[in-house]
Antibody, heavy 118, light 107 residues
Framework: QVQLVQSGAELKKPGASVKISCRASGYTFTTYFMHWVRQAPGQGLEWMGV?????????TYAQKFQGRLTLTRDTSTSTVYMNLNSLRYDDTAVYFC??????????WGQGTLVSVSS | DIQMTQSPSSLSASVGDRITITCRANQSITTYLNWYQQKPGKAPNLLIYATSNLQSGVPSRFSGSGSGTDFTLTISSLQREDFATYHC?????????FGQGTKLEIK
């Protein structure tokens, strides 16, 4: 069965970077895009970016995160990584990876809480 | 970016009720509209894709309709497990924006 398993919660200081992993299993890793979505406390869902784990691993980012967000992948471990730098207090959120099954997000990771605090 | 607006933001209903949630886009997204259900502390779960297609395993009491800019999610007879937050999402153009969510609570 398809599973996306994310790394654990992180506590970071303002200005630091965070790197979250999302390990996929149960399907051919390189044939589905992987999206990242975040949810601030009590707020809605915000799309951040997407990576194609196959080929040249091309990634596209929401303009809001351009220059701060980097998505990468390791095909040997079927893992996608999300790196967000220059963290601010308002980056405190739960971060999700989600498989792009066509034009829908059909499987989601369990979420990773990133807390930004001094 | 395409803006998605859901209404209402919250809704109180009883088991057995029929409810409808509306999602409006600020430009046409044809039928590229998905609905997700999210329970507290959990990841969203895909319910309906491409406006009206039920994801595998989703009960038939859920249905979706619409096209262009106006869409609806209907639950024909609420069950206790349906009380959650519902999110619409457009997948017509990146960035794939979401509505602000509708919290469905027990009356």
């Amino acid at each position: 069965q398809v599973q996306l398993v994310q790394s654990g919660a992180e506590l970071k200081k303002p200005g630091a970077s965070v790197k979250i992993s999302c390990r996929a299993s149960g399907y051919t890793f390189t044939t589905y895009f992987m999206h990242w979505v975040r949810q601030a406390p009590g707020q809605g869902l915000e799309w951040m970016g997407v990576i194609n784990p196959g080929g040249d691993s091309f990634a596209t980012y929401a303009q809001k995160f351009q220059g701060r967000l980097t998505l990468t992948r390791d095909t040997s471990t079927s893992t996608v990584y999300m790196n967000l730098n220059s963290l601010r207090y308002d980056d405190t959120a739960v971060y999700f990876c989600a498989r792009g099954g066509g034009d829908k997000f059909d499987y989601w990771g369990q979420g990773t809480l990133v807390s930004v605090s001094s | 970016d395409i803006q998605m607006t859901q209404s209402p933001s919250s809704l109180s209903a009883s088991v057995g009720d029929r409810i409808t949630i509306t999602c409006r886009a600020n430009q046409s997204i044809t039928t590229y509209l998905n609905w997700y259900q999210q329970k507290p502390g959990k990841a969203p779960n895909l319910l309906i894709y491409a406006t009206s297609n039920l994801q595998s395993g989703v009960p038939s009491r859920f249905s979706g309709s619409g096209s262009g800019t106006d869409f609806t999610l209907t639950i024909s007879s609420l069950q206790r497990e349906d009380f959650a937050t519902y999110h619409c999402q457009q997948s017509y153009r990146i960035p794939y924006t979401f509505g602000q969510g509708t919290k469905l609570e027990i009356k």
